[in-house]
């Protein structure tokens, strides 16, 4: 079992940045890749950027074009998305969620309750 608590969602203008951390606990993370989800009203959540407490990457979508970028600190038990020139199409509530190694990104084992961020135009 794995507990994740989001933060750092807010009120931002387009162009401008946030960071968002996700602590987690338990006591078999190391079996578990983390990564970001993020939905919008009226549509469905969709993956953004995962990572391995060991450093690999998943990529997809803004991610890919450096808007977003995912880190993690071992020692802390915490990962951070970095998200910069965000769009209004970027509002979200963004959430973490853990997936067993090897099982993608289709079902995550555990999400987190999601912090709001709203890029304003």
């Known amino acids: 079992q794995v507990q994740l608590v989001e933060s750092g969602g807010g009120l931002v203008q387009a162009g401008g940045s946030l960071r968002l951390s996700c602590a987690a606990s338990?006591?078999?993370?190391?079996?578990?890749?983390m990564g970001w989800f993020r939905q919008a009203p009226g549509k469905e959540r969709e993956f953004v950027i995962g990572?391995?407490?060991?450093?690999?990457?998943?990529n997809y979508a803004d991610a890919e074009k450096g808007r977003f970028t995912i880190s993690r600190d071992n020692a802390k038990n915490t990962v951070y998305l970095q998200m910069n020139s965000l769009k209004p199409e970027d509002t979200a509530v963004y959430y973490c969620a853990a997936s067993e190694i090897g099982s993608g990104w289709s079902r995550p084992s555990s999400w987190g309750q999601g912090t709001q961020v709203t890029v304003s135009s």
């Open positions: 990572i391995r407490w060991s450093g690999g990457t998943t």
């Open positions: 338990g006591r078999t993370l190391s079996r578990y890749a």
